[in-house]
């Protein structure tokens, strides 16, 4: 965020910085902002960019910032960057916080040092076309940036160079071949037998099979991850798809996809989870559960609003692509490393969702013998969690 301030008194900022005997070329960058300060002289060297800070000076500190604002730029002299402390103290838990760090402190280091404003535009598949996207909110939308992996070189090129080309994972064409894999489990939910989850009636929750359907009600106010564990490993190449419900509640509630691995007693927080989520407001979330926020929000027209949602989530090597109602949305590294078997789904507070057809396969690896499908005995597990902490801070 830059400060306001400056465009309201910059004549008189500017007359006060010629008389204030303040020493302008003043350099003192706390020292835990030192390492992302490097960093960022390092990609600007690369780019043949170079910043002589030391002489020309730069302020970058801890503040506690008013309005959910994480960092702020004041254009003083010398540059000046608060970074507000209990935003900095939250996301520290996460993992990912060194990115999430990273990624504020290069924006404000984007206002203050590279002279760039807020760009709020979008690339092909609705994500934000930059790390610089800030300021007002636009419709609600928060300003999450998936910054890892093949993302973050992107967004560092385009940092330093706004003419940078949309990068190839933001295509809508899908590149890779998504068939060839072979169903391994499937519930039809026509009967009890099909269910896959138990039918019980509890203080919590109550599940039931209605017309091809498994109907889930929730009787708590948080959040459920309802699963199975299966024999298959999120490691290897996956398909898992079902339709879902959720036909009334909040709007904003999210509901959708889990996948991963969900330790039994643990709060919910950090878990290694990958969730693919929407709401009724016709928006899709990408993230997993270990990170402080999800990694995108992206307005999604092929979201049916209360209506019956096809998800679908096919993994090729480390990438997952995801699908809404046969439509190819996005694409992403999968973030969890290590082993996981649990497939499920997330139920918004006190919701009723209706689940179809879920489906998980696995890739045919060729010249592996034709195995007989035999029915997979799963488990059944749910766990509640708290609320995911919902948006990323004005910047
Ligand atoms: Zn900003």
Request: aromatic letters at 14%.
């Amino acid at each position: 965020m830059i400060s306001q301030k400056y465009f309201n008194y910059s004549i008189f900022l500017l007359l006060l910085s010629f008389l204030s005997c303040k020493d302008s070329n003043e350099y003192r960058v706390d020292s835990t902002f030192v390492d992302y300060l490097h960093r960022f002289e390092t990609e600007a060297s690369k780019r043949d960019k170079n910043f002589d800070i030391a002489s020309t000076g730069l302020i970058i500190e801890f503040a506690d910032l008013k309005d959910n604002t994480a960092g702020l730029t004041h254009y003083e002299n010398p540059i000046r960057i608060e970074i507000d402390k209990t935003y900095w103290k939250a996301i520290s838990k996460s993992a990912g916080a060194d990115l999430m760090k990273e990624e504020l402190i290069f924006h404000e280091l984007g206002h203050g040092l590279l002279n760039r404003k807020h760009l709020n535009s979008t690339l092909e598949n609705g994500e934000w076309k930059s790390i610089m996207c800030g300021g007002d909110k636009i419709n609600g939308r928060s300003w999450n940036i998936n910054y890892k992996g093949f993302r973050r070189e992107y967004y560092i090129n385009e940092l330093f160079n706004e003419s940078t080309l949309a990068p190839e994972f933001s295509s809508l064409q899908l590149m890779v071949d998504t068939t060839g894999y072979r169903s391994e489990l499937y519930f039809s939910f026509n009967s009890i037998d099909q269910a896959g989850w138990e039918i019980k009636d509890t203080l919590q929750y109550k599940t039931s099979i209605s017309n091809g359907r498994l109907k889930f009600e929730s009787k708590v106010t948080d959040i459920f991850l309802v699963y199975i564990k299966t024999k298959i490993d999120i490691q290897t190449d996956f398909s898992y798809e079902f339709s879902i419900q959720y036909p009334t509640g909040e709007a904003v509630n999210q509901y959708g996809m889990i996948f991963g691995f969900v330790p039994t007693g643990s709060e919910g927080i950090n878990d290694p989870v990958e969730y693919f989520t929407i709401n009724n407001n016709k928006k899709m979330f990408i993230g997993n559960r270990s990170w402080y926020s999800y990694f995108t929000e992206l307005n999604q027209n092929s979201v049916l609003s209360n209506g019956i949602n096809k998800f679908k989530v096919v993994k090729i090597r480390k990438l997952l692509y995801y699908f809404i109602n046969n439509t190819y949305t996005y694409c992403s590294e999968i973030e969890v490393s290590e082993t996981g078997n649990h497939f499920g789904f997330m139920v918004p507070p006190k919701g009723t969702v209706y689940l179809e057809n879920l489906n998980i396969s696995q890739r045919i690896i060729s010249g592996s013998p034709l195995k007989i499908n035999q029915n997979m005995n799963v488990e059944f597990e749910l766990k509640t969690i708290k609320p995911f902490n919902n948006t990323i801070l004005n910047k």
